[in-house]
């Protein structure tokens, strides 16, 4: 079982940064690929950016290549957004996401454990 916490949202203003974290339990985090999804109000979830167990393999949606960096620290059992320039239309709720398989996956069920979320706005 594999738990996962988000934090690092809140209010920021267009072109403003901020940096989510998703701190995971167990022992075996190091192995798993990692995703950030979100969420806006009624829009379904979406792919963010994904990051594999050793951090060889990134990968990021279009809206966000350029302005996001996934990273991750294996010893620490912490995966981390850095959002840059946002923009309004980033806002939503984020969702940090464990793919035991390692799959590198863009798809929402190939995720096996999910946060419980944390909030961005962004305003213009």
């Known amino acids: 079982q594999v738990q996962l916490v988000e934090s690092g949202g809140g209010l920021v203003q267009a072109g403003g940064s901020l940096r989510l974290s998703c701190a995971a339990s167990?022992?075996?985090?190091?192995?798993?690929?990692m995703g950030w999804f979100r969420q806006a109000p009624g829009k379904e979830r979406e792919f963010v950016a994904l990051?594999?167990?050793?951090?060889?393999?990134?990968d990021y949606a279009d809206s966000v290549k350029g302005r996001f960096s996934i990273s991750r620290d294996n010893a620490k059992n912490t995966v981390y957004l850095q959002m840059s320039s946002l923009k309004p239309e980033d806002t939503a709720v984020y969702y940090c996401?464990?793919?035991?398989?390692?799959?590198?996956?863009?798809?929402?069920?190939?995720?096996?454990?999910w946060g419980q979320g944390t909030q961005v706005t962004v305003s213009s």
């Open positions: 996401a464990a793919d035991v398989a390692g799959r590198n996956s863009r798809r929402r069920d190939e995720y096996d454990y």
């Open positions: 167990g022992p075996t985090f190091s192995s798993h690929g």
């Open positions: 990051i594999s167990w050793s951090g060889g393999t990134l």
